[in-house]
């Protein structure tokens, strides 16, 4: 117990030690980057200084020079806050110095110039009221003095006090003042410039960011060492620690709970040898299959085969497996009773030190809920589905007599004709005879188109293939189109030529289903001029279709609940309310694409409509494809 408590303190001593020489580092760099920062602005502001003074003639903005002047000596105070070191206190203190005599120059440069400005505004004034035209030599002398090289002040002032002995009036006299005052106070920039001249602020400054940077680097340098030191004295303090405890007692205690979690674990565990003969299962494992502990070790996983996989399938699990690799998927097993179990699982091999596979740990998920559940939904969908096709086949099987009544009558009357006529002993001719024959030969080909639309239709095959969707609606309409006239359904076409890669029956259902559903619409509600509009058109990589029609609309709220299954607004000797069900189904699943609907008003023939509007959304053919 001693010897623990002995680690223990020496363990948070050396990790507070650790954090202390962590925050110091990182502190000393943080801290040079603010000064860094500092200088930097400083040596800014001071160039704006040296720039001032460069323009001092054209420069009149004294506010910007006062809000440099704030911020180099805030920029200062905070680099002395900073730079806490003594070994630069030196550095600082002559930088101070330097600092506040640059300024008190510059403020009187400054003020100079104020008044400066003054006398120009004033002397242009005057020059302007007043000719005086005697002085313009020394006007352009003014205006121009920062240009003189040459200029003599004092004779200039020796002869502006004379003329001013001698004065005619008032502007002469204010134009001489103000002209003696631009060239003393000049001269007085002048010189207060050539003072500072002498200065040298940003090498000072550059030097003290060298001189705290070697500074910085130093300690950042010994806290580097110290670290690394402790960082040992941590890790052999710690083997030390694990060599002096008790290895053997703590990794069997990590071991039985480690057996203990395993066992009552909710996924089935199970451990085999190299030759696959069963070492371990948990209580999860004999749970699912009704086998005991004792009943399956030593025995091979095989006691679990129901038959349903094929040799292939676990061929390729042995290959996985052996070659070092883990293996997952899905088993179809039977239990000790025979009840059938699916299984979602992971193998993985497992290796001794010199890397050779000594075992295989098999973990296992039950899924034979979920995919009992899956099973259901897909034989409902498959009963969903024949019962869409059985709808459809009365709804053809109504279609085909109404398609064909008028082509039998044609045939009925041609022939029976032909007899009454043969009967009678009425003479035919050839030519009316070959016309009569060409009528009913024309009549069984309309018959026959009529066949292969409707055995197209209820084709079973289910291979993606490239069609034009202007040939396939016009086949979808010969469907329905007998029926559809015998109502007085007017369709109106807007359809573009664009191919498309997709399932063409499929498709050809969701167009009967909905020209049928706007049909139904459309007597029920008894509209008088009956409109279905056909709209199919291309939008990038897309292929939109619009079908609506003026049957005032659906007002079932919300509208989606018309593709809910076995829903339906007609009476039962009418509809099941799967065909929209199946249409959204067949779009949104099977093609990847999308089928909406909406109720919308519109303007047609000058008339205003108001209908429901179906649109189907659906990838076009891919470029390289695309070939009409």
């Known amino acids: 117990m001693k010897k623990l408590i002995v680690y223990f303190s020496l363990l948070i001593f050396i990790i507070f030690t650790l954090i202390y020489y962590i925050i110091d580092a990182k502190n000393k760099n943080d801290n040079f980057i603010e000064i860094k920062d500092h200088i930097e602005k400083l040596i800014i502001v001071n160039k704006d200084f040296d720039l001032y003074l460069k323009h001092k003639y ?52 400054k003020s100079n110039r104020a008044i400066l400005n003054n006398s120009f505004r004033i002397i242009q004034i005057i020059k302007k009221k007043s000719n005086l ?15 003189y090289i040459d200029f003599n002040k004092d004779e200039r002032l020796k002869f502006i006090e004379k003329e001013l002995i001698n004065i005619k009036n008032d502007y002469e006299k204010y134009f001489l003042i103000h002209a003696k005052n631009i060239i003393i106070y000049n001269d007085s920039i002048i010189k207060t410039e050539n003072k500072l001249e002498i200065f040298n602020i940003d090498n000072i400054l550059n030097d003290i960011e060298f001189e705290y940077m070697i500074l910085a680097k130093d300690s950042i340098k010994k806290a580097s060492y110290s670290i690394v030191f402790l960082f040992l004295l941590l890790f052999v303090v710690i ?25 009552n674990s909710d996924n089935i565990v199970m451990i085999t040898d190299i030759n696959k003969k069963i070492t371990y299962v948990n209580q999860s494992f004999c749970k699912t299959t009704n086998y005991t502990f004792d009943e399956v070790i030593g025995k091979t996983p095989e006691i679990l085969k129901s038959g349903y996989h094929k040799k292939e399938f676990y061929d ?30 992971v193998i993985t091999p497992s290796f001794d030190d010199n890397d050779e596979i000594i075992e295989f740990i098999s973990i296992k998920q039950d ?64 030519d009316k005879e070959i016309e009569y024959l060409n009528k009913i030969i024309n009549t069984t080909k309309f018959l026959s188109k009529t066949i292969d639309d409707f055995r197209n239709f209820f084709r079973k095959d289910k291979v993606k293939k490239v069609f034009n969707i202007k040939e396939t609606f016009t086949n979808s309409l010969n469907i329905v189109n007998s029926k559809f006239k015998s109502l007085g359904i007017n369709i109106i076409e807007n359809i573009e030529d664009i191919r498309v890669e997709s399932y063409e029956t499929e498709i050809m259902q969701v167009f009967i289903n909905i020209l049928n559903n706007a ?19 291309q939008d990038n990589d897309n292929t939109i279709i619009l079908i609506k ?16 299954p076995y829903f339906t607004t007609k009476h039962k000797s009418q509809g099941t309310g799967i065909g929209l069900y199946m249409s959204s189904e067949i779009i949104n699943k099977h093609l990847n694409g999308i089928l909406r609907v909406s109720n919308e008003e519109f303007i047609y023939d000058d008339i205003k409509y108001i209908g429901a509007c179906f649109k189907i959304i659906i990838p076009i053919i891919k470029k390289e494809n695309n070939v009409k």
């Open 58 to 109: 054209s420069y009149d903005n004294f506010d910007i020079i006062e809000n440099r002047i704030s911020k180099f000596n805030y920029e200062f105070k905070q680099l002395t806050i900073h730079l806490n070191n003594i070994m630069l206190n030196n550095k600082i203190e002559e930088l101070n110095i330097l600092i506040n005599k640059k300024i008190k120059l510059i403020n009187k440069i």
């Open 239 to 263: 083997i030390l620690y694990i060599l002096d405890e008790k290895k053997l007692l703590k990794s069997y205690k990590e071991l039985y709970k480690f057996r203990t979690t395993v066992q």
């Open 519 to 537: 049909k139904d619409a459309l007597v029920q509600n008894e509209i008088k001029n009956k409109f279905i509009f056909i709209d199919i058109l």
């Open 133 to 147: 035209e005697r002085y313009n030599d020394l006007y352009f002398m003014i205006l121009s003095i920062d240009k």
């Open 367 to 430: 899924i034979t809920k979920e995919k009992l559940i899956q099973e259901e939904l897909i034989q409902n969908e498959k009963l969903i589905i024949q019962q869409s096709k059985m709808a459809a086949m009365g709804e053809m099987l109504e279609n085909i007599a109404h398609q064909w009544r008028q082509p039998l009558s044609t045939i009925s009357t041609i022939s029976s004709g032909m007899i009454v006529k043969k009967d009678m002993g009425i003479v035919i001719g050839s």
């Open 316 to 345: 390729n699990i042995n290959k996985t497996i052996y070659s070092g690799k883990q293996w997952s998927g899905e088993f179809k097993n039977i239990s000790k009773d025979g009840k059938i179990s699916y299984e979602r699982s």
């Open 549 to 564: 029609d003026n049957a005032s609309g659906i007002k079932i709220k919300p509208i989606e609940k018309i593709f809910e």
